[in-house]
T-cell receptor
Framework: GAGVSQSPSNKVTEKGKDVELRCDPI?????LYWYRQSLGQGLEFLIY????????KSGLPSDRFSAERTGGSVSTLTIQRTQQEDSAVYLC????????????FGSGTRLTVV | AQSVTQLGSHVSVSEGALVLLRCNYS??????LFWYVQYPNQGLQLLLK??????LVKGINGFEAEFKKSETSFHLTKPSAHMSDAAEYFC???????????FGTGTRLTIIP
């Protein structure tokens, strides 16, 4: 597609429920990244996919967080048993190669856990 | 490991005044540096980047930044602020070791009419 598409744009969920956030990167971009942006905070790296390589999961904050990327394209970030501290904007980005030229970001998913 | 520090989490300037947003980096190798802008309820948009070559980089919306190796800085400037420049600005450095961008904590720019 023309840009990075994320869905849903907003998600309100009850504490303890599981949620899935979707990212559709730019066609042909081999790298895909998930970041979390909490209120008033910077960007916190979560996970990085590069082609068919094993993902870099070093930023995932707990085992309740997981992500997959199917067919080297669409990615889903799953948060199990959501907690109030998971409330944040989740940003997805994609890039050519290893991202040395910068990333293209989606508009994000605003997650609110009540 | 590479890192960036943005001085000033909030900056206010009058419309028409100079905009200066500060970014200092730490890198053991020649850095690739970026500035992104985030408007409310939107994702981040690339303003400009420095990889190699000319140290003065021009970006969109009249912004520019100068890479100064001796000062380990990559400050963002715009000669005359416009109301539409109100946003949050992030500086970032690319890490060749782990193939990721590391972002600063951001600077919120407010324009005073």
């Amino acid at each position: 597609g023309a840009g990075v598409s994320q869905s849903p744009s907003n998600k309100v969920t009850e504490k303890g429920k599981d949620v899935e956030l979707r990212c559709d990167p730019i066609s042909g971009h081999t790298a895909l990244y998930w970041y979390r942006q909490s209120l008033g905070q910077g960007l916190e790296f979560l996970i990085y996919f590069q082609g068919n390589s094993a993902p870099d999961k070093s930023g995932l904050p707990s085992d309740r967080f997981s992500a997959e990327r199917t067919g080297g394209s669409v990615s889903t970030l799953t948060i199990q048993r959501t907690q109030q501290e998971d409330s944040a904007v989740y940003l997805c980005a994609s890039s050519l190669d290893q991202g040395m030229g910068g990333y293209t970001f989606g508009s994000g998913t605003r997650l609110t856990v009540v | 490991a590479q890192s960036v520090t943005q001085l000033g989490s909030h900056v206010s300037v009058s419309e028409g005044a100079l905009v200066l947003l500060r970014c200092n980096y730490s890198s053991s190798v020649p850095p690739y540096l970026f500035w992104y802008v985030q408007y409310p309820n939107q994702g981040l948009q690339l303003l400009l980047k420095y990889t190699t070559g000319a140290t003065l980089v021009k970006g969109i919306n009249g912004f520019e930044a100068e890479f100064k190796k001796s000062e380990t800085s990559f400050h963002l400037t715009k000669p005359s602020a416009h109301m539409s420049d109100a946003a949050e600005y992030f500086c970032a450095v690319y890490s060749f070791g782990n193939e990721k961008l590391t972002f600063g904590t951001g600077t919120r720019l407010t324009i005073i009419p």
